[in-house]
């Protein structure tokens, strides 16, 4: 086989939506030439106008198109393709499609597999984790007693939680903020546990009582190097969804920001890792201390507020790292400034429980302006299909500070206008101009717990 | 305008001439239907080329445009089949996957079927091969096998017409 590298490159986008068009454009701007595998329902998409080539690989549902492992690497391949983007979502994090792609010669724009591997797994990722020294919650082993519960939670502090050994789903999972309270919840949760798992082996990890979800960006060089981009602060959460991302995590003092950068970095560095990559951290401001959560082997959706503050590409440092025509800034290339905000705009209806509200856009005026990205892959008389995510557009606004950006994001969402379907617009706009939001003092519950059940109270009057 | 030809695909050579004198043209949009294919040319609203013009190099995908469909319209996904340009008893049999298109059980080997067999619904017309695993695909249907729509040892695409059988008689 030809040595792919030494030709025409050419990319196989194995993605759709906005990211899917990000590529091909990112690819395209680098004289990559793309071909774009396609569902049956994204034959006329943006994405496939803008592409050099499309193929359809099946059926509108993914499991018969995009997830496809098969069907991908073989259209790649039949194309003449000599790299892939998994972009994100779909088969991104499957260690399967990169294994695949380095039989068939294909280069995989993401870390090797079995990086993909190890740090998909939960207990895999963990020991990775602990083995470079970057902190996990602090919890114990199985409990032995009552006593030994309360030896334990006096060495971690309250409050904690008891986890059922055997099992998940929250339940045996009871929060205690005293040791009168870890006395009674031991007994229950261990008769819980005993009768939902038929085991009643009980630990213990601190209970965060205000979480934040930090995430640092980072490249890896394959053999070691691994540079940052800063972090991002991803709390504005619904149901584990994030919907507001923004950089730089302005809860931190410089003293932990540069240890969460440095924790992520030793990481990320200590398996060799290659390409784009996130830790995610779960951050606890009452003890102001982070935890590693996880490791995102592949580009992420909110990457565009680090490309904002950093001023470097990030699709394009992917695609140049895996051909070797770009080399991984060094860290003092890498200068930040700024703060940048992304609200993800979704076809769902935040007064009817988030329903996905997929259909004909009839119009569409994305904001505009200094400081104001928008990247998306629709436009007036588009179809959002109902198979896949609902998100339609990611709007990104940048300012010098966050308070800017804050300012600029509110009157964007005002300028944002969307019809044919509903969006989370107007949600996004309360929650932008809530004084929790603008004084920042959210955490990982706040949407759900505090300002969902305002906004849909006023909403119903 | 619509032309009934039977010219299984027209050369991109043609089609350049066809937009040019579109463009050259007073008219609107333009509809042209060729056997195999669909044509659509508009100089109102955005880019939308037809499926069959994209995979043959899209040499009037900055030309060809669709107009929006009708507000509240279901999702364009019509199969790319043609059907206009068919005649009456002809059936259009499609890949039922993406995939490589082998008209013969292995190398070297006959071919299942040529034109002008007869066929039945189990009559097994090609394989289509995914990454070493082969699927049959049959005729299902009874007639007669009047076209061949792919060159042997091609790319597929998912719902790509490949044979035509005349049920007629």
Known sequence: ?461 | MTDKGKSPALPSDDLQAIVEQFNASHWRSLELEFHGSRLFLSKDSGALPTWDNRSSGGAVATVATLPPPPLGAAVTNAPAAPRAGIAEGHVVVKASSLGTFYRSPKPGADPFTQIGDSVDADTELCLIEVMKLFTTLRAGVKGRLVQILVDDGVMVEHDQPLFVIDTNG
């Open chain 1, 1 to 461: 086989m030809a040595d792919p590298v030494a030709r025409q490159p050419r990319l196989f986008v194995a993605n759709r939506g906005e990211i899917a068009l990000r590529v091909i454009r990112a690819a395209h701007a680098l004289d990559i030439e793309t071909v774009l595998g396609v569902s049956v329902a994204d034959r006329d998409s943006a994405a496939a106008r803008e592409a050099g080539r499309i193929v359809v690989l099946g059926p509108a549902p993914s499991r018969d198109s995009y997830l496809n492992i098969s069907l991908v690497v073989h259209a790649a391949v039949a194309t003449g393709c000599t790299l892939l983007h998994p972009g994100y979502g779909f088969l991104s994090e499957r260690p399967e499609l990169a294994e695949l792609c380095a039989e068939e010669g294909l280069i995989f724009v993401g870390p090797r597999a079995e990086t993909v591997r190890a740090v998909g797994d939960k207990i895999s990722a963990k020991a990775v984790a602990e083995a470079a020294g970057v902190p996990l919650t602090p919890g114990s082993g199985k409990l032995e007693s009552v006593d030994h519960a309360l030896e334990v939670a006096e060495g971690i502090g309250y409050p904690v939680i008891t986890k059922a050994s055997a099992g998940g789903g929250g339940r045996g999972m009871i929060v205690a903020r005293d040791a009168e309270e870890l006395r009674r919840a031991f007994d229950q949760a261990s008769t819980t546990a005993r009768e939902a798992f038929g085991d009643d082996t009980l630990y213990l990890e601190a209970y965060v009582e205000r979480a934040r979800h930090l995430e640092v960006q980072l490249f890896g060089d394959g053999e070691g190097g691994a540079v940052h981009f800063g972090e991002r602060d991803c709390s504005i959460q619904r149901r584990y969804q994030k919907m507001i991302e923004e950089a730089p995590a302005s809860i931190l003092s410089d003293e932990l920001r540069a240890g969460l950068r440095a924790a992520a970095v030793d990481l990320l560095a200590s398996i060799d890792y290659c390409n784009a990559g996130t830790v995610e951290f779960l951050y606890d401001e009452a003890r102001q201390k982070f935890y590693f959560m996880e490791v995102n082997a592949r580009i992420q959706v909110e990457h565009p507020v680090s490309e904002q503050i950093s001023s470097h590409d990030l699709i394009k440092l992917q695609l140049g790292l895996a051909l070797g025509t770009a080399t991984l800034p060094r860290q003092d290339d890498v200068v930040l400034a700024g703060h940048a905000i992304e609200a993800r705009i979704l076809a769902e209806d935040p007064e009817r429980d988030f329903m996905p509200c997929p259909g004909r856009i009839t119009r569409w005026v994305p904001a505009t302006g200094p400081g104001v990205r928008v990247d998306s892959a629709v436009q007036e008389g588009s179809m959002v299909p109902p198979y896949y995510d609902s998100m339609v557009a990611k709007l990104i606004v940048t300012g010098s500070s966050r308070e800017q950006a804050v300012a600029r994001l509110s009157d964007a969402l005002k300028r944002f206008k969307v019809e044919g379907i509903a969006t989370n617009i107007p949600l996004l706009q309360a929650i932008v101009d809530h004084p929790g939001y603008r004084a920042n003092a959210v955490s990982t519950k706040w949407l759900e717990n505090t300002l969902l059940p305002a906004f849909q109270t006023e909403r119903s009057e």
